[in-house]
């Protein structure tokens, strides 16, 4: 726990507005594989991570609500009567996005001050917008005791991220940030909601997040666009979503589709089957086979669902170079952030040297290596 910025955050709260308030320490996330296979309807295999964002949250005395973003030193002001997402909002729409589907859902939500800051490293995909929408939506929860389950709040989350943000994203974040475990990754049914954990412990391995340091495209919109392409496919099938979809099935309307549309459904129908096999390679604490999945899902990220990026297929390149590392792919939306590596616990500082010096002399810029813990979900902090 980053009791630094706990401090930090409490003693902005404090000066600003009184002692009256709640901690809510909300996590990030990683994933091990299964990416775009949420909005699919499929499998994911994320854990919450020992970094995030803490918030300090009270009653207003006042009609007005104020929210400080405590990295970025700004502050805004907003009335409850009047919740809409302003252009180019930035991180006040999370926290509008949060309350207007509160508000929707029929729920009166009364002034409120909050102060969060967090610790993630900054645009490496690791989910800081779901954690700071779970957390507003939990500490208003608990602040006023709005009688939310933990599910109805990552809804919550969710559609204030699809209709204030503008990503349509799928639930594996939200999901991710609020039930993880400490120590455990889930395997996410994302029909079901529900989830499996499964202890990580890769013996002589270690997880290594290398973020490239970049961040390319309009990521919203060509999120949106794959997922648009994706339920396209689902709906000339005839099925609910790709889910629900093999390769064979793919095959009968392949005519159907420009070769580019039917290789991104190809990959989610890939991707989804490869998930389930990673799980089940876990049981068997085969961590060969797990490097060699990775190294699959970055294949089909980089040339089938085309989401990938140099920096990030060079350090893809770098790890199956090296003969201590098992296997690595881009993490997350696409077109930047990190790659997750895994890694033998006797090479990670050579490894890390390795790369890091490669590309910097390729790209000119650094990367930076990271290591989490995998972590409780979104909490109260005493
Ligand atoms: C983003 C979205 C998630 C998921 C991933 C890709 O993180 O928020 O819902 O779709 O991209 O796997």
């Not at 296979?37 to 295999?45: K, L, S």
């Not at 609500?65 to 919740?83: G, I, P």
């Not at 999370?94 to 909050?114: R, S």
């Not at 089940?280 to 999945?293: R, Y």
Request: charged share 25%.
């Amino acid at each position: 726990m980053n009791t630094e910025l706990i401090t930090a955050i409490q003693d902005t709260f404090k000066e600003k507005f009184g002692d009256n308030y709640l901690m809510v320490s909300s996590p990030g996330r990683i994933n091990l594989i299964g990416e775009h296979t949420d909005y699919n309807e499929g499998f994911v295999f994320p854990a919450a991570i020992d970094k995030g964002i803490i918030t300090a949250i009270g009653k207003s005395d006042s009609e007005t609500c104020s929210a400080v973003a405590y990295d970025l030193k700004e502050q805004f002001e907003f009335t409850l009567d009047e919740v809409e997402a302003i252009p180019k909002g930035n991180w006040r729409n999370y926290i509008l996005g949060v309350v207007g589907e509160l508000q929707k859902k029929g729920i009166e939500v009364p002034p409120f001050n909050v102060v969060f800051g967090g610790d993630v490293p900054n645009g490496a995909g690791l989910s800081s917008s779901a954690a700071l929408e779970n957390s507003i939506a939990f500490g208003l929860n608990e602040l006023f005791g709005l009688g939310l389950t933990k599910h109805e709040m990552i809804l919550v989350s969710q559609k204030a991220e699809h209709n204030y943000v503008g990503v349509r994203c799928g639930i594996m974040d939200q999901f991710a940030s609020m039930f993880g475990e400490e120590n455990q990754a889930l395997l996410l049914d994302c029909r079901t909601q529900t989830a499996t954990f499964y202890p990580i412990d890769f013996k002589d391995y270690e997880l290594m997040l290398i973020n490239s340091n970049v961040s390319h495209n309009l990521v919203e919109n060509e999120y949106n666009d794959r997922r648009q392409v994706c339920e396209h496919v689902a709906q000339l099938l005839d099925v609910p979503f790709l889910r629900d979809a093999t390769e064979e099935d793919l095959l009968k309307v392949k005519s159907q589709l420009s070769e580019a549309d039917y290789q991104k459904a190809l990959y989610v129908v890939q991707e989804n089957d490869r998930v389930m096999k990673f799980a089940k390679a876990i049981e068997d604490n085969d961590v060969e086979q797990l490097g060699t999945f990775l190294l699959e899902a970055h294949q089909g990220m980089q040339h089938q669902f085309k989401i990938s990026c140099d920096e990030l297929d060079f350090l893809v390149e770098q790890a199956k170079a090296h003969p201590s590392v098992a296997g690595a792919r881009m993490m997350g939306g696409g077109f930047g952030g990190c790659t997750i590596n895994i890694v033998k616990k006797d090479a990670l500082e050579d490894y890390a040297k390795t790369v890091t010096e490669n590309y910097k002399n390729t790209f000119g810029i650094d990367c930076s290596v990271h290591f989490v813990k995998l972590s409780q979900g979104t909490h109260l902090i005493n």
